[in-house]
């Protein structure tokens, strides 16, 4: 895998990890609970049904074979997976269907018991066993309506439905846990969802093998425990990784934060005005829909689109006066000063030092320091200058006193499409007049010719 995770996937691992101990919410419990109610509902009466005779010995065989693979979690999006294919399949054989679902329950029941006694997840999280279950309920639901029994090739077509009713219910009662519970959009969970339905698919055929097998000797289901025992070995080089990339993660931010406390020591206005981009910037960056990567882009090159400005001269930024040719010659590098102490922190950081770089070119190809222009122009950077330039005009100087911010509207709005990219103006407007809005302000036009806003 990458040396980094997505900030959404870094985040949510995170946050996995740390409720894994904590109790459930009062929402978490309402939730549970009545996945719990619902699962009954439709478990009893399927067990109820069932007419075939249940083998003791073999159903505590594959409960407890169902713990040990239940035990090796594969680490994959925030979540994890578990080899149980592999025993889930021969179950749906080897014990009658209508039971298939129960048997889920107490195997995963039995595989978490040493993490509650450790206390590495709270034991009122049991609850969350029985949703853990669902995706029992489709395919032993196939196998009952098709009468399904002895293993036969000739019955793959139910083996393929077993296996879509599977995906179908696991998927839905995913997609509505995460929704409920975590908040989590729907749209954002397929691509969440599609590596364990992979792997399932892919530990299918060996979980179909391994049953026909086992329907005349069902010991030897416990040769399927040595591949368990592979994908714990992989399991645990990925966790590795995983938390080496999440330290990364930690790293990147630490030291964009450090770097923004640098440049508010050295220049409070400074420091104060990039955090206050940010927050501006993250708004527009929300509103256009950007994805959890360039949002973070967003962020970081918002609080650091000024970090150049430490190797500029104090007195030529609190000149209250004009800057000389000279002066602004000094100024304009600042970007590129940005971008190269970014560089040397490198991963993340270099992608922002382009932004950074970037976030003082212009939509008609006067900016500065690369001439860029219209769409050559990163998006982050066009959302960061804008944000910058209102924020800019909004906030006294050492040269000019703050203006209005209807004025600073009217003129964020003349200079859309020379200064400020079109489509970035039109967010940041409808966003700031919200505000005004909500603030009881009116927004009055400016009659003035537009300016060039900002350094």
């Not at 509207?409 to 200079?415: K, S």
């Not at 499409?417 to 927004?443: K, N």
Request: aromatic fraction near 8%; include cysteine.
């Amino acid at each position: 895998m990458s040396h980094e995770l997505s900030p959404a996937h870094g985040r949510l691992i995170e946050d996995f990890d740390e409720s894994s101990s904590a109790p459930l919410s009062r929402r978490e419990c309402l939730v549970e609970g009545l996945a719990a109610l619902a699962f009954l509902a439709v478990a009893v009466p399927m067990a109820l049904s069932s007419d075939e005779a249940l083998r003791p010995g073999v159903a505590v065989l594959l409960v407890l074979a169902y713990a040990v693979a239940s035990r090796v979690q594969f680490a994959i999006g925030f979540g994890y997976t578990a080899p149980t294919q592999l025993v889930f399949v021969p179950m749906l054989f080897l014990l009658p269907p209508g039971f298939v679902p129960f048997a889920v329950v107490l195997g995963i029941a039995l595989g978490n018991l040493p993490d509650y006694i450790s206390g590495r997840t709270h034991p009122g999280r049991v609850l969350l066993v029985v949703w853990d279950s669902w995706h029992a309920i489709g395919p032993a639901l196939v196998f009952l309506l098709a009468g399904a029994g002895d293993a036969d090739w000739g019955d793959w077509p139910i083996y393929v439905a077993a296996l879509a009713a599977q995906f179908a219910v696991d998927g839905g009662a995913s997609v509505l846990r995460e929704w409920l519970v975590l908040g989590i959009s729907p749209r954002e969970q397929p691509q969440l969802l599609a590596w364990v339905f992979l792997v399932d698919l892919l530990l299918s055929p060996i979980g179909l093998l391994a049953a026909f097998v086992a329907e005349d000797a069902p010991l030897s289901l416990l040769a399927v425990l040595p591949l368990a025992g592979l994908f714990a070995i992989f399991a645990k080089e990925r966790q590795r990784r995983i938390d080496n990339a999440l330290e990364l993660n930690r790293a990147y931010r630490g030291t964009t934060l450090l770097l923004g406390d640098v440049l508010e020591a050295d220049d409070h206005y400074t420091g104060e005005h990039s955090r206050s981009v940010v927050t501006l910037a993250l708004a527009v960056a929300d509103e256009m829909g950007l994805d959890n990567t360039r949002r973070r882009g967003v962020e970081f090159g918002a609080l650091l689109h000024d970090v150049g400005k430490i190797a500029v001269p104090s007195e030529i930024i609190n000149k209250p006066g004009p800057l000389t040719p000279d002066e602004w010659t000094v100024i304009k590098a600042h970007t590129i000063e940005g971008q190269r102490m970014l560089d040397q922190v490198g991963g993340v950081l270099s992608d922002v030092g382009r932004i950074v770089r970037s976030s003082h070119e212009r939509w008609d190809g006067d900016g500065y320091p690369d001439g860029l222009k219209g769409h050559e122009i990163p998006l982050e950077s066009a959302i960061v200058c804008a944000a910058d330039a209102f924020n800019a005009m909004t906030t006294d100087r050492a040269y000019r006193a703050a203006r209005p911010p209807d004025q600073a509207l009217a003129e964020l709005l003349a200079c859309s499409g020379t200064q400020f990219h079109p489509g970035v103006v039109d967010v940041l407007a409808r966003i700031i007049e919200e505000e005004m809005r909500a603030r009881g302000s009116r927004i009055v036009a400016d009659g003035a010719a537009p300016q060039s806003v900002g350094a």
